[in-house]
């Protein structure tokens, strides 16, 4: 049974409706006993950082979510579930996130370098994402890459973006006015950054690789 995490954030229901689709056994729940039975975690995130981590210690689910991806199950982060593994935001004055990836999240400079074009931000729209170090490990590519064709595109909507002190756990990597990952990858860890449940064919690929796995 895959769990999609609910701790009153985030677009829960497209990323149950997506899995559903693909014939896979979901269950939306924020109760922490029910997270420590599920086979394999999603944590989907819309919204700012330190009120996430605020409302999963609240809760009680910071250490369900921990010690499921601590013990190799299958887990998958999107959007702000991706940048919740990190280290720390700068969102909002700033704020500790889950410390399972060591790095940090910046948010978007609206003028990337003297003389560049101006940014929009939040980043929002399609963007091509291409392989990054960590697509493939000796010689194995990425499980949640498999079928899905090198220089696609994803849809994405941030504002902030994550910076790994570990560039090795990069998967898929774009560019807005900055470098940044699109997906990291370690073990039993998969997150993106864009949204896979938006992301049309390309998206439902990924999601039925990690229902695959």
């Known amino acids: 049974m895959i769990v999609v995490v609910d701790y009153g954030m985030g677009n829960l229901r497209s990323?149950?409706?997506?899995?559903?689709?693909?014939?896979?056994?979901?269950?939306v729940s924020g109760d922490p006993a029910e997270l420590a039975r599920a086979q394999?975690?999603?944590?989907?995130?819309?919204?700012?950082?330190?009120?996430?981590?605020?409302?999963?210690?609240?809760?009680?689910l910071v250490e369900p979510v921990k010690v499921a991806i601590a013990?190799?199950?299958?887990?998958?982060?999107?959007?702000?579930?991706?940048?919740?593994?990190?280290?720390?935001?700068?969102?909002?004055?700033?704020a500790e996130g889950l410390?399972?990836?060591?790095?940090?999240?910046?948010?978007?400079?609206?003028?990337?370098?003297?003389?560049a074009l101006k940014l929009r931000v939040p980043h929002m729209g399609w963007n091509q994402?291409?392989?990054?170090q960590r697509s493939k490990v000796r010689g194995q590519e990425c499980p949640l890459l498999r079928d899905i064709p090198e220089g696609s595109f994803v849809y994405f909507v941030h504002s902030?973006?994550?910076?790994?002190?570990?560039r090795s756990i990069v998967a898929l990597e774009t560019a807005y006015g900055v470098q940044f990952p699109a997906m990291v990858w370690r073990d039993n860890l998969y997150a993106t950054q864009f949204?896979?449940?938006?992301?049309?064919?390309?998206?439902?690929?990924?999601?039925k690789n990690f229902v695959d796995l």
């Open 129 to 132: 994402v291409t392989r990054g």
């Open 195 to 207: 949204h896979p449940e938006k992301s049309q064919a390309v998206g439902l690929q990924l999601l």
């Open 15 to 27: 990323v149950s409706n997506a899995l559903e689709t693909l014939g896979a056994s979901v269950t």
């Open 160 to 166: 902030y973006y994550a910076q790994p002190d570990d």
């Open 99 to 115: 410390s399972v990836l060591p790095g940090i999240v910046n948010r978007f400079q609206s003028m990337a370098a003297p003389g």
């Open 40 to 60: 394999k975690l999603i944590l989907p995130g819309v919204g700012a950082f330190p009120a996430a981590m605020r409302e999963l210690t609240m809760r009680g």
């Open 71 to 94: 013990a190799g199950r299958p887990y998958l982060g999107i959007c702000l579930g991706l940048q919740l593994l990190f280290d720390r935001s700068d969102e909002a004055g700033g």
